[in-house]
């Protein structure tokens, strides 16, 4: 008699079995990456209003708006009379810009970084007027309309915006802050069509896996 070569059922459906768990485990970490990096870039939006508040309750002005930093937070640089001292964030720069001028008092937006850095409350270094983000895209704050274009019923004199975030997670955000559609609420977003931050006002796009997207949440 030939001795059965093969799997007996038995044994395949052991090895569907371990098979299935393994994809299932493999899904289930990379779920929980996402979920956790989405987590993470929101709440470095919800840090900048919160530092921005922190400020505000201690110099009765605001960051990167402040005409009166260099008295507040010695070794600063105020903001210009130009556009200084309104209570918004208009300065000449857009919220994604990056700089090492220091010196050049138009640039609120980037001033605000030195403002709560020197202040003690967030981290970086002073001389840089920017941040990065969890997934090194461009993080930055503005009260202009150079950015996703503001939904009817997102309110509040400022805009947070974060750069270059996969779709999945930028919905995800959404859902975590508001109600989970980028053209609605006080979290938005529109697609990067170039691969760069959104800084001319454009119409808020629904989220796609395949897109990035520059998301931004008013306060």
Sequence with gaps: MKNQTGLTLFEMACALATISFVIGTIFSVNQFLDRSTAKRLLGEMQEVK????AYRDRYRA???DDWRASTHVPGTKSASSEFGDNGLIDGADQWSSHSTNSNDSTLESGLFWQHVRM??????????????NAVRGRLGVTSTSRIPTRPGDASGPFNVCSSAIPGKLARMMDEEADDGDATSGIMWAASETA???????????????????SVCMAF
């Design 50 to 53: 919160h530092v921005m508040h």
């Design 62 to 64: 605001v960051p990167g």
């Design 119 to 132: 202040a003690g409350l967030a981290r970086g270094e002073p001389s840089y007027l920017g941040a990065f």
């Design 195 to 213: 691969s760069t931050p959104i800084t001319a006002p454009t119409l808020p796009t629904p989220y796609e896996n395949s897109a990035r997207y």
